[in-house]
């Protein structure tokens, strides 16, 4: 009886110990991803202020003047845009047409220049700054755009509000700390490092994670000991 109870109790053993190297696997993985999902979004947030910038500039005609004609064979509408206030000798601007719209104008009208700015701002500009770039449309716009992009940095408070929302999404609320100085025994789990920098892969800002050691009670509520 004894080395039956033994063998049970052996092999009980056996199955919660493999049962929690999975949750600590499991904790591993959801943890690196949620860091992940947390800096695309962090990122997305700081992409937003820079698209709405755009959009003010583009509205303001003593930055930008925006026209259009229908002068092509197809006559459709081809919009253009160039600073109102060119650098000396600088006259490069953009001219594009926008497939979605159909009417063909040989002058800008004020619903025309909104679907050209929202255009330009929340698909071409969004697909640059997804990309890590930045496009000289004309001279005056790409420098603007310059010092804003190269000036917008993470922020940690944001980033941390976000990463508690994805580990909560996946049921993991333990406390965590982002780039902390120092990492000790207390906080040994870390996640891999997140490049958070806008203009990717160029350039490396790094951001990284850890966890307080997983004790048995946050264990047993996930492994049913």
Not at 27 to 50: C, G, M, S, T, W
Not at 156 to 174: F, M, N, T, V
Request: aromatic share 12%.
């Amino acid at each position: 009886m004894s080395v039956c109870v033994a063998g049970i109790t052996g092999l009980q053993l056996y199955w919660n110990y493999q049962n929690y190297k999975n949750k600590v696997e499991t904790f591993k993985h959801d943890i690196n991803d949620a860091l992940n999902k947390a800096v695309d979004k962090e990122i997305d947030q700081r992409h937003r202020k820079i698209i709405d910038k755009f959009k003010t500039w583009l509205a303001d005609t003593s930055f930008i003047q925006i026209t259009c004609d229908n002068l092509n064979r197809h006559k459709n509408t081809q919009f253009h845009m160039v600073d109102t206030h060119p650098y000396k000798g600088s006259e490069k601007g953009t001219s594009l047409g926008i497939t979605a719209f159909s009417e063909s104008l040989n002058k800008i009208t004020p619903y025309a220049e909104k679907v050209f700015i929202n255009h330009m701002s929340d698909v071409i500009l969004r697909d640059d700054l997804k990309k890590g770039i930045v496009y000289y449309y004309t001279q005056r716009l790409g420098d603007s755009l310059e010092v804003i992009f190269s000036q917008s940095k993470l922020s940690l408070p944001a980033l941390s509000y976000l990463y508690k929302q994805e580990l909560l999404a996946k049921g993991i609320d333990a406390p965590f700390k982002l780039n902390a100085a120092k990492i000790n025994k207390q906080w040994p789990y870390l996640t891999n490092k997140v490049n958070t920098a806008l203009r990717r892969p160029y350039q490396k800002q790094f951001v990284q994670a850890s966890f307080q050691s997983t004790d048995l009670y946050f264990f047993c509520i996930r492994c049913n000991f």
